[in-house]
Each structure stands twice: as C-alpha cells, then as structure tokens.
C-alpha cells in the first residue's frame, strides 16, 4: 500500500478531527499531496493541497477550518479539520498529485488512498 489513510470516524457537528495519509518515501518526496473527499450521490471533489515546498491551498468550502500539512520526516500529510459541518461528511481520499504541464496550475492524481469516512452528526 503506498498510501494508508487513517482518522475518520464520528464526531458531531463544531467537533474536529485530523486526518493523516502514510505514504512511501518515494511517492512523498516528489509529489504533491492532497486531499480529496466523495459525499454520497456526489463525486468526489478536491479539498486541499500542499506542495513538496510547503504551499497549501484550499476549497472554498473548507477555508479557515480545514488545514493541510504535512511532516516530510514522517512521509505523512494531514488534514486537521475544525468546526466541521453535516456537510463535511463524505469520504476522505489523500493522494499523491503532480503539475503538469509544470507551471499551468493543471494536476493530475497519481496515487490515491483508500479513504477513511467522515461521519459528521448535526
């Protein structure tokens, strides 16, 4: 497995969790990571990214409460999520991106992880 994704569960609405996303030394050093998530009936969308550098950027959705980082001694990126909502529920995917044409602001998903759910009660 070279993402294991870990951290979902149960928590009621305002409540927050922390996602984390191992990954092997190979895949994290050279990509980007991200995170993604599916609602039921939805597909699934983009949630937050975090470059090899250290540059983050968000949805809109999720501004101001969630928060991606990532530890490059440990291979792992997280997602610490704050003041979550009914409508955060859904299934949380980290993945391993790359831009490409480098430079276009185009990604492209190499790796995706398994997904852990995200319950949120209201």
């Known amino acids: 497995v070279q993402l294991q994704a870990s951290g979902g569960g149960l928590v009621q609405a305002g409540g927050s969790l922390r996602l984390s996303c191992a990954a092997s030394r190979t895949i994290f050093s050279i990509n980007d990571m991200g995170w993604y998530r599916q609602a039921p009936g939805k597909q699934r969308g983009f949630v937050a990214r975090?470059?090899?550098?250290?540059?983050?950027i968000y949805a809109d959705s999720v501004k101001g409460r969630f928060t991606i980082s990532r530890d490059n001694a440990k291979n792992t990126v997280y997602l610490q999520m704050n003041s979550l909502k009914s409508e955060d529920t859904a299934v949380y995917y980290c993945?391993?991106?790359?831009?490409?044409?480098?430079?276009?602001?185009?990604?492209?998903?190499?790796?995706w992880g398994q997904g852990t759910l995200v319950t949120v009660s209201s």
């Open positions: 993945a391993a991106d790359r831009e490409w044409p480098p430079g276009t602001g185009v990604y492209y998903t190499h790796y």
């Open positions: 975090i470059t090899t550098g250290g540059s983050t």
